[in-house]
């Protein structure tokens, strides 16, 4: 019966695309066997219940081949009709170009930039083993399941599922299961004119077991690899060699099947070859679907089984049940504003300093919030010291040691937020959120509600000179949509900002936090504002010269306002964005209707013309920094009270 789910889901999956006009058939013909065994016998998950906590996880990460994840789906009852699948890549479908993980029930994380979806693996795995230490009891297993993922050749070239794989190697991930869809092709042509590197002797080297040279369209010598890989005590990659498009009596085994439609011609001789009525489009025998409307039945028992289980776990320990609760929900203490008010910080104090103790504070009161740092803890001032860390059969802590590995960093920790019962934070030097930027460009697209927290996020940072200092950056993570982006400009604003993000559960925020210190910045109505993105910090009504500035610069905003001899008000601008989504009313009495407007930006200033008129004056860098004493670097690039003070003047 497998080999009949396999070929119906070829079937399905070059109709698909061929009706699209559009799409990669190649890996859905090719990896048909491998699926049929995931979905019609090992996996285990309940289409009725799709986010059932103990389901096997599976990730597409060779996103292209979505067509073969909704053949599954719907033959294995999921909410996506055939008419759906008549539908792949059509606007407002359920069945877009690529997984998209909330648009299509049983994706479980959206893919297509190859690489992620291997490394959200790797985190859904982490999670997986973190959770089972949590809740798991001598009476009762609640959390035990397996994380699988496809992936390809293209993947395998990404740099991201190096590091990703390195690390899972690291933590000996025993309940990963990574199938490699080694095909040999790649959008260009063969493989051997670019990638002729031994995959698996690079997967044993990071401490994978590895199985090799599995037939991939041999369903018996699938299912003997998966349950091989079951028993290791370490992830598991198997190497299965495939045929793209294999059957295809013109384009198996080339480079044309992957993101072409076959053509009339191949499809109907890969539909004589796999005995499919060459008469029919969207092909389901009666025997496939009575074989997985069985196999529903089988699964929603089991579900129903561990919910009984569930419930016995939860009535003999009500607080893990409400740790449980509090965390597949995001539920936040109602006291936790005031513990984090209550944060006594001595300035002159720099804002990283300032959220050290901020994040620890809150991490006391939320036991899910865990995450770390990719090896600059000491200078991210992220590491809880109260807890402890997660290496390899030690799973029970909440501090990460991510190593140098910035993109891997953010693909696992959105694979951590996915998985659900966890949510996570993750560090770097500012300069680095390049490293990172496809995976939190991933969280912000996924609504997922990841806290960065980016340090050192100026030309201030001094010697360490242009290669560290960013110019760009902060710029650059506002223009992602529904990230938000929080740049405190003392210790004050600081703990607001990160209350803010833990409220924010509809997508990431990052921080975005300095090196050097700063001073308590007294303001006349407190932090009134600034939950709306802006707000004015002193100054008249009837000013004649607005400073506008985040972060650093609104100190020096301040000083600034004191040496001007006409009436001024100082504005913070901590998330720009959300400012400008305010309504009119608010923003004209922060920034007055018809004033003079400056910006003190120690970076790029293109996205602050978003607040100017006629009358203005900026002071921004927009060139590289320079390597010298940080407040030397700053005075060559203009940041001077003086200066600015002068300019202004001159204007006026």
């Not at 901020?358 to 770390?372: H, N, Q």
């Not at 966890?422 to 997922?448: E, H, N």
Request: proline share 4%.
């Amino acid at each position: 019966m497998l080999e009949e789910v396999a070929n119906t889901v070829r079937g399905l999956a070059v109709d698909a695309v061929e009706k699209a006009g559009s799409g990669h058939p190649g890996m859905p013909v090719g990896c048909a066997d491998i699926g049929a065994v995931l979905y019609g016998e090992v996996m285990d998950f309940d289409p009725t219940t799709p986010d059932w906590p103990d389901r096997d996880r599976f990730v597409l990460s060779a996103g292209h081949g979505s067509a073969w994840l909704y053949s599954f789906l719907h033959l294995t009852g999921y909410n996506l009709s055939l008419e759906d699948l008549k539908n792949f890549r059509q606007l407002g479908s359920k069945t877009p170009g690529h997984p998209e993980y909330n648009d299509t029930e049983g994706v479980e994380t959206t893919t297509g930039p190859l690489g992620q979806g291997f490394t959200n693996a790797v985190g859904m795995a982490i999670s997986e083993r973190m959770l089972a230490d949590r809740y798991n009891t001598e009476e009762h297993t609640i959390i035990d399941h397996y994380t699988y993922t496809i992936l390809g050749d293209g993947c395998m070239m990404e740099g991201i599922t190096s590091e990703a794989a390195s690390y899972a190697g690291h933590l000996e991930l025993d309940k990963l299961i990574a199938i490699y869809d080694d095909n040999n092709i790649s959008i260009e042509g063969s493989t051997d004119i670019t990638f002729t590197e031994s995959v698996v002797d690079r997967f044993k080297a990071y401490g994978w077991h590895v199985i090799e040279d599995v037939d991939g369209h041999d369903i018996n010598a699938v299912k003997e690899a998966i349950a091989e890989a079951k028993v290791s005590d370490k992830p598991t990659l198997i190497d299965a060699n495939t045929k793209i498009a294999y059957g295809a009596p013109n384009k198996e085994g080339t480079s044309a099947a992957h993101g072409a439609p076959l053509g009339t011609e191949d499809i109907q001789g890969l539909k004589n070859k796999f005995d499919l009525p060459t008469d029919k489009e969207f092909y389901v025998s009666n025997a496939v679907r009575d074989f997985f409307a069985e196999r529903k039945e089988e699964l929603l028992e089991q579900r129903k089984e561990w919910e009984s289980e569930f419930e016995e776990w939860a009535k003999a320990n009500p607080e893990l049940k409400e740790q449980w609760d509090q965390a597949h929900n995001l539920e936040l203490p109602d006291h936790l504003e005031k513990i984090v008010g209550a944060i006594e910080l001595d300035t002159p104090r720099a804002t990283r300093k300032a959220s050290g103790p901020t994040l620890r504070a809150i991490a006391d009161e939320v036991p899910y919030l865990v995450g770390g740092s990719a090896d600059l803890a000491p200078s991210n001032k992220t590491y809880l010291d109260k807890y402890d860390e997660i290496q390899a059969e030690q799973f029970g802590g909440r501090n990460f040691r991510f190593g140098v590995r910035e993109h891997a960093m953010g693909g696992i920790v959105n694979g951590i937020s996915l998985h659900s019962g966890l949510r996570p934070f993750a560090a770097t030097f500012l300069v680095f959120s390049d490293y990172m930027r496809p995976a939190i460009r991933l969280a912000a697209l996924m609504k997922q509600p990841i806290v960065y927290v980016f340090t050192h996020d100026s030309v201030y940072i001094g010697g360490d000179g242009p290669t560290h200092q960013p110019v760009e950056h902060v710029e650059a993570l506002r223009t992602i949509p529904n990230l938000e982006v929080l740049r405190p400009a003392d210790e004050e604003e600081t703990k607001a900002a990160w209350l803010e993000a833990m409220e924010r559960t509809a997508g990431p925020t990052a921080l975005v936090l300095t090196r050097q210190n700063l001073p308590h910045v007294e303001k006349d109505n407190g932090l009134a504002g600034f939950d709306k993105g802006a707000y004015v910090v002193q100054g008249q009504e009837d000013a004649e010269v607005v400073l506008l500035a985040s972060g650093s610069e609104v100190s020096l905003a301040v000083e600034v306002a004191e040496q001007l001899e006409t009436a001024t008000k100082v504005v913070s601008v901590p998330e720009r964005d959300k400012f400008l989504a305010q309504n009119e009313k608010y923003i004209n009495e922060v920034l007055g209707e018809d004033t003079f407007r400056v910006v003190l930006e120690a970076g790029v200033s293109s996205g602050w013309h978003q607040l100017l008129n006629d009358k203005y004056h900026i002071v921004s860098v927009e060139e590289f920094g320079a390597s010298g004493a940080g407040e030397k670097v700053a005075q060559q690039f203009g940041f001077t009270a003086e200066r600015i003070a002068s300019d202004i003047k001159s204007k006026l």
